[in-house]
């Protein structure tokens, strides 16, 4: 559980009401499933029940953005709206300059979404230099850091309670 | 008291009559809460009455955009209709480059927010490379700079009274 | 075929119904037409047929984003609309900055044609330092990498399935 | 005067008819009154009579443009709206990395307001690595360089004219 | 004429019933003023008549993009609307931060005028750190590179045609 940070609430909230999205990238599969658990579990100690956390997955993370309005509106179709999403991609440096526009632009576009589709929209994006540092925050080096999708989990529960009606 | 800068209001504001939101992020306590309270007591001192202080949290700063409209609305919808809002933050240089996307993505939402909700958004974020740094701009370093919430404040209060009617 | 990411799919999507653009630029033509058939490649293996891949071109990528939309238009008028676009581009830095503005301001105009248009746009776009980069990704160095037009092409079909009705 | 650029007007513009606003930030403010002086004297000597030259301030650079809309907005209420907008800052690094998150969020959201508010606004803003710089582009610096107001107040006369009715 | 690139267009185009206009900053004439010419005569070659090439100009770049806007409704309100704009601009780094927070905001707002304007806005700016880099590509250095107004004046004409009606 996290030290400092994004993992303290200010209240206890209570999840049994509300419906979770997540929604990932399919990159970095080992890293990217330590960070969906970590989410999950989380939610769940705030009182998400299974059948109201409903995960899918992108290819990459230039499609989580659009992705996510899409699910937003599969769910809303379907009379089973999301009270928040959590978007879950690793992003790591490469070679060339792609890791640098893609992050800006998903970055910005998972910003604007929490105002376009008047739902919380959580960042659950890592931009790392090194795979080693996506893996120590997706809790995978045993004794350095956290796995942050806990705290993407606790964020989304107290955003969406949050929510005016 | 700000020796240059903000500080230094161009005319005497009376904000007895405005309400005023303070909403801060959670991460580094300890210079989060001095900041608050910079902001709380210039409030004061330039005639916002305690009743008319409402102060929230969120997450971390990449949640203060929304949680910025969340809180207008909220406040809103209660008939407390906020004159302006303060949102806080302190972020710090980490080994990712996680800093440089949430830095570059919360000011720009803060900024467009002021256009959105049509109510002024002061920028209480600090974008710093230490954590020295920040204690020294939330006043916590004797004898090297004044509390920057301090400027918030006054700068919530002024902008708050030049809002068109 | 892709070793890992965007090229594996998390279903088996059938494409037979869709109808997918290509639009490129026509600067490194050599690489872009290597691009352009790995993606056209990647859309026949997913069922779309000759029929419904439709190949469009700007001069350059700063052109991309407005052509993508002509494009989409011209189509709709036609009564053959688009299911996904793909923009594809290659750009690599030269001695002016011509490469940053340019990746910076195409990348996120494709990102928000996403919502504007309301149909898939893949980022077929290489941002890269050197031209021997892009030759890489676009399997033009035998024993290197595979070619990414394959991933665009299985992306925009997968994006394209999931869109809401 | 200005030797080359902006100063340079393409024809005789007559500002007899315009309201021209100045905004000015009112840090570093030995440096602003110098290029608001130069604002105004250019603009004087293009015709605008000094009751049509409305002056504010706002506390930082952050506030210029949320404040050029009040401004407008003031202004229109008032029965005598304002032709064109310059706003005027003077940003200057310094050891954190509010300078950049600064001088690019208040750059775009200048430039937008444009757009928002089918006003010109004037890019007055100076982004300087040294107060040094700063003050030559004032005309504080004897022999050096001319005081860039002049040219604000030359375009900002230059634009409105060229607004279309 | 080009080698590669912008220069090759994909097909004949006929530009004998298009209206294009230019719109030039003021600053770095020399250079500017053979770009202009540049792309006058290509649009020429393609059949765009002289009394169809409409030609204005602004202070600085940083008015490029609402100045066209200004064009744009201009041409629209006498009755002779353009089907393409071509703003050119030459942009080349200095001491302070002023290029690049200018390069950045200026090309971003064009590309979103083309979605605004619902006309294609061509980028004829030049973003260079030297005044030769800026010189050879207005093909003023012998020898050296081609005038990428050329390229701006085919890529007008092109995207013109492409207009959805």
Redesign the interface.
């Known amino acids: 559980m996290a030290v400092?940070?994004?993992g303290?609430?200010?209240q206890n909230y209570d999840g049994s009401k509300l419906r979770i999205g997540i929604i990932h990238a399919?990159?970095n599969?080992k890293i990217i499933d330590a960070l969906v658990d970590g989410a999950v579990q989380r939610l769940k100690a705030l009182g998400v029940t299974d059948a109201n956390i409903v995960i899918e997955?992108?290819?990459?993370s230039?499609?989580l953005?659009?992705?996510s309005?899409?699910f937003l509106?599969?769910q809303q179709?379907k009379g089973e709206p999301l009270d928040a999403v959590i978007p879950i991609g690793v992003l790591i440096?490469g070679?060339?300059?792609?890791f640098?526009?893609?992050?800006?632009?998903?970055?910005?576009?998972l910003?604007?979404l929490?105002?376009?589709a008047k739902v919380?929209?959580?960042?659950g994006v890592?931009?790392?230099?090194t795979e080693e540092?996506a893996e120590a925050?997706a809790g995978l080096i045993q004794g350095k850091m956290h796995n942050h999708g806990e705290?993407w989990g606790?964020?989304a529960v107290?955003?969406a309670s949050?929510?005016?009606?």
């Open positions: 400092k940070g994004l303290e609430l200010d399919r990159w599969k997955s992108v290819p990459g230039f499609e953005p659009y992705g309005l899409q509106q599969r179709a440096k070679s060339t300059m792609h640098e526009y893609i992050c800006d632009s998903v970055t910005k576009a910003m604007r929490n105002f376009d919380p929209i959580i960042f890592l931009t790392c230099i540092q925050r705290d606790a964020a107290e955003m949050k929510q005016p009606k």
